[in-house]
């Protein structure tokens, strides 16, 4: 069964913090792995991986991929309160496009 | 860039009722929905995959006949909660995959249905 893991389940940081949120999977056939940001409703694309040992930047946020030891992680350097949100994992498999979620990290950046 | 819409927001219904979810690719067209549920401080879970022309298909543990499940355009796919009762009070959001490949989802922005 495929399985998407996530860790921590919850972090609260301080302004200025630098965080890294982790993304573990077992799925066949794997495609990608999506990060998303969920603030109140829709979730909102953030980054998609592919290969192993690009990291992906936009601003501030940061991901990378091992595609041998089968995990993600993402950074958000220089955190700010506006970060505060739900970091959801998914991923791809080859066939279709089906996302399989982890529980997602809630993050709370305190002023 | 690609937009789904979706209503309603948010619904309150008496037990027993039905209610129905729209959700609409604005400007593109997509052959192939996504139906999730969220419930609180949990991850989005996939209920069925919605397919135009085509049965949807319904993943392990979601019940067919209550939640049905139309694709009757290229932009429109709909839920209907049927015979609807509190525990299925939750958050539902839809998907569509954007025409690059199609990993990279874009969602509507949900309805938040409660049942009393």
């Known amino acids: 069964e495929d399985k998407v893991v996530q860790s921590p389940l919850s972090l609260v940081v301080h302004e200025g913090d630098t965080v890294t949120l982790n993304c573990s999977y077992e799925v066949t056939n794997f495609r990608s792995l999506l990060w998303y940001k969920q603030e109140k409703k829709a979730p909102t694309f953030l980054f998609m991986l592919t290969s192993s040992g690009i990291e992906k930047k936009s601003g501030r946020l940061s991901s990378i991929l091992d595609k041998k030891e089968l995990f993600s992680i993402l950074n958000i350097t220089a955190t700010q309160t506006g970060d505060s949100a739900i970091y959801l994992c998914?991923?791809?498999?080859?066939?279709?496009?089906?996302?399989?979620f982890g529980a997602g990290t809630i993050l709370r950046v305190k002023s | 860039g690609a937009v789904v819409s979706q209503h309603p927001s948010w619904v309150i219904c008496k037990s027993g009722t039905s209610v129905k979810i729209e959700c609409r690719s604005l400007d593109f067209q997509a052959t192939t929905m996504f139906w999730y549920r969220q419930f609180p401080k949990q991850s989005l879970m996939l209920m069925a995959t919605s397919n135009e022309g085509s049965k949807a298909t319904y993943e392990q543990g979601v019940e067919k006949d209550k939640f049905l499940i139309n694709h009757a355009s290229l932009t429109l796919s709909t839920l209907t909660v049927t015979s609807a009762h509190p525990e299925d009070s939750s958050f539902y959001i839809c998907s569509a995959p954007s025409r690059d490949r199609g990993e990279k989802l874009f969602f509507g922005s949900g309805t938040q249905l409660s049942v009393l």
């Open positions: 998914a991923v791809v498999r080859e066939y279709g496009n089906k996302l399989v």
